[in-house]
């Protein structure tokens, strides 16, 4: 069995369980943000439900809209947060929320071995600490809220390697862009990715989030890692009750391993309109920018900030241009303050934003006018993602955003530091 | 239960963010959204559609974020199902447990293009292309997910199972 197979076996009362069955999954954590809990909450009275199973296993953060942007966004919060209270859920208010990806495996709220369901697609987030995590609507969360439990089908595997060293600026956003690139935005349909190989086991924490995030854009149900000592640091001072940590066998089932020499991928970048539209960075030619967002639940952790201020230190944002950078949480807020990130970027010229989603998904805090472009460190670059239908979004790691907000275009890293 | 409508074809990855675009997603009255429907793709969409018509795709329909706006969407600006050669996975639940059917079927997406009349049959799968005169067959959905598409949902499906005490 592989280690997706062996989470579901021991959360649906089995032995074994093989790809294609339908089971009974139990879940460990179940998450809604501002936008899909009023839909959840909706559906679970229509139930009939009254009390969630396990108000310490249902998550609710005001994330995507919020601090609320307008007056219907303020009544969907006030929903979500009135329902949270009565049924005394685990909520995080405004002020010590983050972006729920980014913030929930700091509270230490997922573990290794267990399954969560959310209602937003980058639940798949939580696969970088050998979670099973997947996304799904408001009227499936309206039931695992109240029956602690969602029918699935165990998903088929696919394995991929990747050989070597990664070189300068590269990182889990080059890797899974590159991946995407390869095997399309429905090239792992339905599917659990497993990632594994020299570059994984070297490549840090934040870069697995990111990678394990992006699954999505590739159809997958589930991204997942195996737990190592890395994982085990990051969770050394987060976790507060055991967990179990599961290994693929070595027969295990994979409907494809793909391999890559990851020594040979440069830091990559996503054209309009699809996540799999990428190119390497120094096959773009001058792509002038408006906007450049350095954030979100993909790329808004610390390590993603410190590469930015390596290269904005002592430098300016290009006039022409706007750059938001955004903290994926209070936490990480915090750590660049003290870190001295947040001084570097307001010397920059950019503007720095309390969490949120916001422009990610068109929301606010950045929404494009017609024409505009925007290089983003986010996940998706469809029509109108970021605002409106005639504006573009390019799609990079936090490095290529910090070179490009100097310059004004898409820019390499390298033009502005060397090697 | 047989459907009948005009078709409304699409190309591939048609996502969440085109079938209804997150500035709308302040709004959770489905037929508020349905007059958003498509806007970003088909601007006109939605005061074009009539009750019963049937959305044809090429393959990933539904890509992307996973709300549930976008099935509601789609159901409420009266498309009777959509037909195409795959859909993204949590589309696909969504769409279900919200009682909006699909079919996966290649050779009905290859012959049929916009404007063509449609009827559908979902308890055998049978696609009948009435302006081409052409047959085609699904894979019918099991009587689980017809009972469940037939009351209207998830919820409504598990509220009958609940008041029969099963």
């Known amino acids: 069995m592989t280690l997706t197979d062996k989470i579901l076996a021991a959360h649906s009362g089995k032995e074994k369980v093989s790809p294609g069955e339908f089971i009974n999954v139990r879940a460990d954590l179940v998450l809604a943000n501002d936008i899909t809990a009023p839909l959840a909450i909706n559906e679970f009275w229509r139930l009939g439900a009254r009390q969630v199973f396990n108000s310490q296993k249902v998550v609710m953060v005001p994330d995507h809209f919020c601090p609320s942007k307008d007056i219907p966004s303020a009544e969907q919060a006030k929903m979500m947060r009135e329902f949270a209270r009565e049924q005394g859920l685990v909520y995080f208010e405004v002020g010590r929320m983050g972006i729920e990806h980014v913030l929930l495996p700091e509270r230490g709220l997922v573990l290794p071995g267990e399954v969560v369901v959310g209602a937003d697609s980058h639940t798949c987030t939580y696969g970088a600490l050998g979670a099973f995590a997947t996304g799904m609507g408001s009227t499936d969360i309206a039931v695992a809220m109240a029956a602690g439990e969602i029918w699935m089908k165990v998903p088929e595997a696919i394995k991929f390697i990747y050989h070597g060293k990664l070189g300068n600026w590269v990182g889990g956003k080059d890797l899974i862009l590159y991946t995407i690139g390869d095997i399309g935005v429905d090239g792992a349909l339905y599917s659990t990715m497993e990632f594994a190989g020299e570059a994984i086991e070297a490549l840090p924490m934040d870069g697995r989030f990111t990678m394990a995030n992006m699954a999505i854009e590739a159809g997958a149900k589930a991204g997942v890692f195996h737990v190592d000592g890395k994982t085990q640091e990051y969770l050394q001072h987060r976790a507060t009750r055991p967990y179990k940590m599961y290994e693929s066998d070595g027969d295990a089932k994979y409907t494809k391993v793909i391999e890559y020499d990851a020594s040979k991928i440069e830091p990559q970048v996503a054209f309009p309109h699809l996540p799999s539209n990428t190119k390497s960075i120094n096959e773009i030619g001058d792509i002038k920018l408006d906007q450049v967002v350095i954030g979100s639940c993909t790329n808004g952790r610390l390590g993603d900030l410190r590469l930015a201020a390596k290269l904005l230190k002592g430098r300016q944002v290009h006039p022409e241009l706007r750059c938001i950078i955004i903290p994926g949480s209070q936490e990480v807020y915090l750590g660049a303050l003290k870190e001295g990130l947040i001084e570097i970027f307001i010397r920059a010229g950019a503007a720095v934003s309390t969490p949120t989603c916001g422009p990610c998904l068109g929301g606010h805090m950045g929404v494009l006018a017609a024409g505009e472009r925007c290089l983003s460190t986010t996940n998706r670059n469809f029509v109108g993602r970021m605002g409106s239908p005639q504006s573009e979004v390019y799609l990079a790691n936090p490095a290529v955003a910090a070179a490009s907000a100097i310059m004004g275009r898409i820019a390499s890293p390298e033009e502005i530091s060397g090697h | ?166």
Do not use: Q, W
Request: contains cysteine; hydrophobic residues 40%; charged residues 30%.
């Open chain 2, 1 to 166: 239960m047989r459907l009948r409508g005009k078709v409304y074809k699409f190309g591939a990855d048609v996502n969440t963010d085109v079938i209804i675009p997150a500035r709308y997603l302040n709004i959770s009255e489905a037929k508020e959204l349905a007059r958003h429907c498509m806007e970003d793709i088909d601007a006109e969409f939605s005061a074009k559609v009539e009750s019963g018509d049937i959305i044809v795709a090429t393959t990933n329909f539904g890509c992307g974020s996973s709300r549930e706006h976008a099935p509601l969407a789609i159901k409420a600006s009266g498309v009777s199902c959509v037909i195409a050669e795959s859909f993204a996975r949590i589309f696909f639940r969504n769409a279900i447990n919200i009682g909006l059917p699909l079919l996966e079927c290649d050779d009905v997406v290859r012959e049929t293009e916009s404007g063509d009349i449609l009827e559908v049959e979902l308890v055998s799968g049978e696609i009948r292309n009435v302006t081409r005169e052409k047959l085609f067959r699904a894979k019918p959905y099991p009587d689980f997910m017809m009972e469940l598409i037939n009351a209207g949902g998830l919820i409504e499906y598990t509220k009958n199972k609940l008041a029969r005490g099963l």
